[in-house]
């Protein structure tokens, strides 16, 4: 989600007449896009702006500011702590970097003294719909691209600091949407990932179901009608919004690949509660059962905190089992940050850190060792693969993705960027697979 707000505020930079510049140390404005959802995503932005500020000692013309989710949640005190800021632009105020940095420009070139810093973190009616600018420069397409489709959730997770950095839902038009999707198609786009904080809420207080379906699913389908599309993914969603047509809709869009991403947080009934999750281990684990009835191939992923407070050796041992059981694939596992202001920072039982650490520890043993026996068993297959990008190296060699989302380095020319490319597994190692193309015929 950061990395499409960055890039809609860089288009929005283009349009106004600035350049984008490769190397920070050319540049005569540096934007921080920040994260808040762990402590220590705050704590390195933190530490790179109080860098900055000091290059701006030396150089009293740079421009620096801090946008996103630190800016939302720190607010005027971040301007305390580090008083040389002079930009400081919330979650819904985005589009209105350009207007600020002109102003604070137009001030410098006067040579009077340093622009007083700005401050902008309203909420902004419709704000959602001011993420959609994409450039297409010329050259290579962007085969893979993001599209924001809503902002904001409602759900009230304990431990969660994004309803205050993003708040309320609010959703874009299905036909916004499908607009900025067919450009991005038009100039040779071929997989879209849909983004939200809570995708599966997508439009569901705004726009009325239709034939049964879900906004959600309404849109998924408008999208997946789009010829030159290839692949269509979302995230995040949460597993209380796969209604009978989200499982129905992997059955029979093919798009959608075979991967589903089910955040499950724990697989303990009393900590799923104290999260505030709407679900519990049990119906969870029938939703993965309705799924793979659905889509037999489904590829799951998932993000579980441990450390949550109050987490016992029993629930973890809860959450170790569920995820032994389901055989994610994938997954992002997180020790549990204490967000000020949530209300998980208030519970008692704070789990100390050496036991967290141990129990993610765990985990990510046992997500190793699937994931490479998973790959070891496609050695010897074909698979069908989107061509995305050139390896890093060597030269000639692609970086693709199977239908489970699983990356596959093969040798193959560029002119197959933006192609399904049929590909035989050869190797296989924990995070990745490698193979041939296979010609037809
Ligand atoms: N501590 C640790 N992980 C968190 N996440 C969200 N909030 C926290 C927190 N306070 C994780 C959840 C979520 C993912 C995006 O980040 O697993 O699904």
Request: hydrophobic share 40%.
């Amino acid at each position: 989600m950061n990395e499409r707000d960055s890039e809609a505020v860089a288009s929005l930079l283009r349009a106004r007449g600035y350049a984008i510049v490769e190397d920070e140390a050319l540049a005569d404005v540096i934007l921080l896009n920040t994260c808040s959802v762990r402590d220590l995503a705050e704590q390195k932005a933190i530490g790179k702006a109080a860098h900055l500020s000091k290059r701006k000692r030396r150089n009293p013309r740079l421009l620096v500011g801090i946008l996103g989710c630190m800016a939302q949640n720190r607010g005027a005190d971040l301007l305390d702590r580090l008083p040389d800021l002079d930009l400081v632009v919330g979650t819904q105020k985005f589009h209105r970097v350009p207007d600020h940095l002109d102003n604070l420009l137009a001030t410098i070139k006067g040579e009077g003294p340093r622009p007083e810093s700005i401050l902008d973190l309203d909420a902004e009616a419709g704000s959602q719909n001011e993420i959609r600018g994409h450039d297409h420069t010329e050259g290579a397409p962007q085969i893979s691209a993001y599209i924001s489709i809503m902002q904001g959730c409602n759900m009230h997770c304990t431990f969660c600091i994004v309803p205050k950095t993003r708040g309320e839902e609010r959703s874009r038009p299905i036909d916004d949407i499908v607009r900025e999707a067919e450009d991005l198609v038009a100039h040779g786009t071929r997989e879209i990932t849909l983004l939200g904080q809570i995708v599966t809420s997508y439009g569901r207080r705004e726009f009325p179901m239709v034939d049964g379906k879900t906004p959600f699913v309404q849109l998924l389908e408008r999208l997946h009608a789009l010829p030159q599309l290839h692949r269509l993914r979302f995230t995040s969603p949460h597993p209380s919004g796969f209604k009978p047509d989200l499982i129905a809709a992997h059955r029979d869009l093919s798009k959608l690949g075979e991967y589903a991403h089910l955040p499950v947080q724990s697989g303990s009934d009393r900590i799923l509660r104290a999260m505030n999750r709407p679900y519990t281990r049990d119906t969870y684990l029938r939703l993965i059962a309705s799924l793979r009835a659905a889509q037999p191939k489904l590829w799951f992923s998932t993000d579980i905190i441990v450390g949550f407070p109050g987490e016992t050796d029993e629930d973890f041992a809860a959450t170790r089992d569920l995820f032994r059981e389901v055989g994610f694939e994938m997954a992002y596992l997180f020790k549990y940050s204490t967000r000020t202001g949530t209300p998980a920072a208030e519970l008692p039982d704070q789990v100390p850190t050496d036991v967290a650490e141990a129990r993610h520890r765990e985990l990510m043993d046992i997500l190793e060792k699937r994931s490479l026996a998973r790959h070891q068993q496609m050695v010897g297959t074909t698979e069908e693969v989107l061509a995305q990008e050139p390896a890093k190296r060597p030269a000639g060699r692609l970086m693709g993705r199977t239908r489970g989302y699983r990356k596959v380095f093969f040798d193959a020319p560029d002119r197959l960027l933006g192609e399904l490319v049929q590909v035989r597994i050869t190797s296989a190692t924990v995070a990745a697979l490698h193979g041939e193309v296979v010609t037809n015929g």
